[in-house]
């Protein structure tokens, strides 16, 4: 198994939205974390992440405590939360290569114009993500998934809102071909849509709170 949880539990202001969560997820798989509004799947995301500490429980990845290998996982991890954690400032082309560069690869502007052509976004190259809609925002972070190496792991909270009919197509077409290569994916969706390649499991949280 490469990402594995164990007896997980969250507390939230004071309340537990939900503990005792056991998860693995192997190369080749997706788990889809299901559940209402408020059941805590952005919560159970970031827990993987290693972004918020649990309330209990671990989490391993590749067999390692992600707590004492923080560094290591998230080499390894591509996280696209709610906010897609672009700076405004910079560019769309800049965004991927800073974020490529950070991650130790060499960049450059033909590979970004390639990944925003993949999203529709060509024509964004130059301008900055500040002045991009919420929807073009969310396609620019996406658009490092098309940049190769691809981290084998990515944990995407609500991936497919906020885009349009063309660029759902992108992500799901690159979503299907990370599982053919053996990444694995956690993402959570309120649309009915399930990924078609690889093995897909299901996490649900529950009802509404
Ligand atoms: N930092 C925080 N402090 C207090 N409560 C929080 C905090 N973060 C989240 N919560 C609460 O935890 C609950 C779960 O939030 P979370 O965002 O994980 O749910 P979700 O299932 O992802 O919801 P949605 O489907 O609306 O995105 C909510 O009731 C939220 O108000």
Request: hydrophobic fraction near 40%; charged fraction near 20%.
């Amino acid at each position: 198994m490469t990402l594995q949880a164990h007896h997980i539990a969250c507390v939230r202001g004071g309340r537990t939205l939900f503990s005792n969560i056991d998860l693995a997820v192997a190369p080749g798989e997706a788990l889809w974390v299901a559940g209402a509004n408020g059941s805590g799947k952005s919560s159970l995301l970031r827990i993987l992440c290693g972004l918020t500490p649990p309330a209990a429980g671990t989490v391993h990845w590749r067999g390692r405590d992600i707590a004492t290998s923080r560094e290591d996982y998230h080499r390894d991890l591509f996280y696209c939360g709610h906010a897609p954690g672009l700076k405004d400032d910079l560019p769309a082309w800049r965004n991927l290569d800073v974020a490529r560069r950070i991650a130790g690869q060499s960049g450059g502007i033909d590979d970004a114009r390639r990944a925003l052509a993949l999203f529709g976004l060509e024509h964004a190259l130059h301008l900055p993500c500040a002045i991009l809609s919420q929807g073009q925002r969310k396609r620019v972070a996406l658009a490092r998934l098309a940049l190769a190496p691809r981290p084998a792991l990515l944990i995407l909270d609500e991936p497919f809102s906020a885009l349009d009919t063309g660029s759902i197509a992108a992500l799901h077409s690159l979503l299907d071909q990370h599982l053919d290569e053996g990444g694995s994916i956690v993402y959570t969706t309120h649309q009915d849509l399930a990924l078609s390649a690889g093995r897909l499991h299901r996490l649900d949280l529950g009802g509404q709170s």
